[in-house]
């Protein structure tokens, strides 16, 4: 019998032999980015930067009327395609009020967040938001997640699949208060370099399984109000 492993996934499912090597049926796990181009005219829901040599458009913050919004991983302004970029502050700096509007953020995983060191207080306040993916954020250069969700007090589905947190030093409070959510998958979230955890869950009262990965999870010692 033979077996083999991808990911937590083991495929034991034999076709066939062919010239006395076995066949194997691999589970497809490639999935298209439905948010990869947006459609005409989309950017003007934006206020937003050009950067013609580099064909980036930096969204500086969203002026749209829409509750649901997409996020597109390219934009075409005047026939040109250029790649997304997004900073803290693109949704940080939005007045409170104007937060409680937005239902559900939904992002490309082509969008360019590299350049962000500090996703702290990222989405604070969006207090009738049930759905954020951000699965496809790179977050390989943060060092602060403080705060990121803190108040999602509506927020019942959120994708962190693609996280890289092996740099990460702060993640205070960063799901503070989100009463609506049941499951949080953590299971890629290395924290061994974290050192502040302090009320990283406190308020989430109606949540019922965490997961994490034994190997790299780490809390640190001295941690309040968990």
Known sequence: TYAKKLGDEFMDDIDGINEGYPIFKFQNTTSDDKYAVAPENAYSNWDYTLDNEKNIILLNSYVGSESDVIIYGKYIVNGHQYKTQITRETFADIEYR?????????????????NIARMSSMFYGYTSLTNIDIGGFNTANVIDMSFMFCDCNKLTSLNLSGFDTSN????????????????????????????????????????????VTKEIWSTPDNVSGM
Request: proline residues 0%; aromatic residues 10%.
């Open 98 to 114: 104007e937060k409680s509007k937005f239902t559900s953020l939904l992002f490309s995983h082509n969008i360019d967040t590299s």
């Open 168 to 211: 990460v030093e702060s993640m205070i409070s960063m799901f503070h208060s989100c009463r609506a959510l049941e499951n949080l998958d953590l299971s890629k979230f290395d924290t061994r370099n974290t050192t502040s955890m302090d009320s990283m869950f406190y308020g989430c009262s109606n949540m019922k399984n965490i997961l």
